[in-house]
């Protein structure tokens, strides 16, 4: 692997989200990537958790992801949604107990044999900078299995970042910010 | 509307209401204490805020305790959502033109330019703005600070960028306001900025001040940046050349994004 080239400039700071963003950052249909009657449509859900297990109420949720082919779109139109056109991002503040709901597809694997998995950003009052962290499929385990992010890290670590497929065919993930089951985030090259 | 009390709104922990300015003065003097010891003794600079950062009250229980996890960006990771003009009005960049009225205040210009790490304008991406009124009251129900709420003004704003990073938003300066961290606790004036890059690794939200603020030593979560070159990289220089005559006073603000991953990586496949 070659080394990432250093940077020139200095990233600016990140600071909090704050409490008071549910006025400015949410839009219409920001969680429907696709519509509930889309034949592919699956819900992604979860709570967000605090350090004592407490639901956090003032969190928001992005995500960003391929298309159910596995295909990264580059269209706009996700702010002011058509309902047709599918453009991989969405964003949802948490309810008033800490739950968030996408309506998406499954993304498809963006190579074969590639564990498809969705990113997933989190800000929140009190948290002092965003956190990135990935949402893997769970049903091609030999591809998890390869997967040089998840082969990287301890099993238990390793399950925090695979959603669990529910009976209806939802996914589900939860995102722990701090304790025994805290979620990995991560880091990449380049952030300083 | 009681779910949307103002109390469970800033307070995490009841008590930390009841430290008072000193103390937490106190704090934040320790931690850069240690902090400055760290880079005498050869520690490399941190320019963004501890995400541990105890005089800041709410974070106590909502920042990671394990180091971030190192990895190397893949597929969707080297690429960010397309914003454009179907998503922006031009003149969502006007916060003073939202309603019937003129917005009470100080009328201001922000400008400047979008900038990755290498020093290469992030074009066509989307900036959001927000920001409490010049009375120091946010348009949000859970802000209860007794100040007045403008009819004229929302305080949020949006932008995409132009051909070389630059951005230009008309509003009223925001006032500093009180919030429950602990005992007479207040902000410094404040715009809240969010940002997209060219790869969604570089997704950022972050806050711009004013320069001069007699706040800004008392605020944990402006000193939760421990650097002060950092911090200074959060205030914006009063510009005379965006000063406009009998209009607007002017303040530039460029921001710097994480360095793109896509080109370096693609160079790098197609050399094998």
Do not use: C
């Amino acid at each position: 692997m070659k080394q990432a080239p250093e940077l020139k400039l200095t990233p600016t700071p990140g600071q909090t989200i704050g409490p008071f963003y549910g006025y400015a950052l949410p839009f219409e249909k920001g969680g429907e990537l696709v519509n509930q009657a889309h034949p592919a449509a699956v819900r992604l859900h979860g709570v967000v958790y605090d350090g004592n297990g407490d639901v956090i109420p003032d969190s928001l949720l992005e995500i960003w992801q391929a298309d159910e082919h596995g295909n990264v779109v580059s269209r706009d139109g996700s702010l002011v949604r058509d309902g047709y056109t599918f453009t991989g991002f969405g964003r949802v503040p948490v309810d008033n107990v800490g739950h968030y709901t996408f309506t998406t597809v499954n993304p498809g694997p963006t190579e074969a044999g590639k564990a498809p998995f969705i990113m997933l950003t989190i800000f929140a009052r009190g948290l002092l900078n965003r956190l990135f962290t990935r949402i893997y499929l769970p049903e091609d385990t030999e591809a998890l299995a390869n997967d040089p992010l998840l082969a990287s890290l301890p099993e238990e670590r390793r399950k925090t970042l695979i959603a669990t497929r529910e009976e209806d065919g939802s996914l589900r993930f939860d995102v722990h910010l701090q304790g025994e089951k805290e979620t990995v985030f991560l880091s990449y090259p380049r952030e300083s | 509307m009681s779910n949307e009390a103002f109390n469970n709104a800033h307070v995490l922990d009841p008590a930390a209401s009841q430290a008072t300015q000193e103390q937490i003065t106190g704090e934040i003097t320790d931690i850069h204490e240690a902090y400055r010891q760290e880079v005498l003794a050869g520690k490399k600079a941190e320019t963004q805020p501890r995400v541990d950062f105890a005089p800041y009250r709410s974070s106590l229980l909502r920042h990671p305790t394990k180091d971030l996890h190192h990895t190397d960006p893949e597929t969707i990771e080297l690429h960010s959502p397309a914003f454009g003009q179907r998503d922006v009005h031009v003149l969502e960049s006007d916060l003073t033109i939202q309603h019937n009225g003129e917005p009470i205040g100080e009328r201001i210009v922000v400008a400047g330019r979008v900038l990755d790490g290498d020093g290469r304008p992030v074009a066509n991406q989307l900036i959001e703005i927000w920001q409490a009124n010049a009375a120091g009251r946010y348009v949000h129900k859970r802000d209860q600070h007794p100040a007045p709420i403008d009819p004229n003004f929302t305080g949020v704003g949006r932008a995409i960028t132009g051909p070389n990073g630059e951005y230009s938003f008309t509003t009223i300066k925001p006032a500093p306001y009180p919030w429950k961290n602990h005992h007479n606790a207040w902000r410094p004036a404040h715009i809240h900025f969010s940002l997209f890059g060219t790869d969604f690794t570089q997704r950022m939200i972050t806050q711009m001040y004013f320069p001069g603020d007699p706040l800004f030593a008392l605020d944990p979560i402006y000193q939760a940046i421990t650097d002060q070159k950092a911090r200074d990289a959060l205030v914006a220089t009063y510009d005379h050349n965006l000063t406009s005559h009998e209009w607007a006073t002017g303040y530039n603000w460029d921001i710097v994004l994480t360095g793109s991953n896509r080109t370096w990586m693609e160079n790098e496949e197609e050399e094998h």
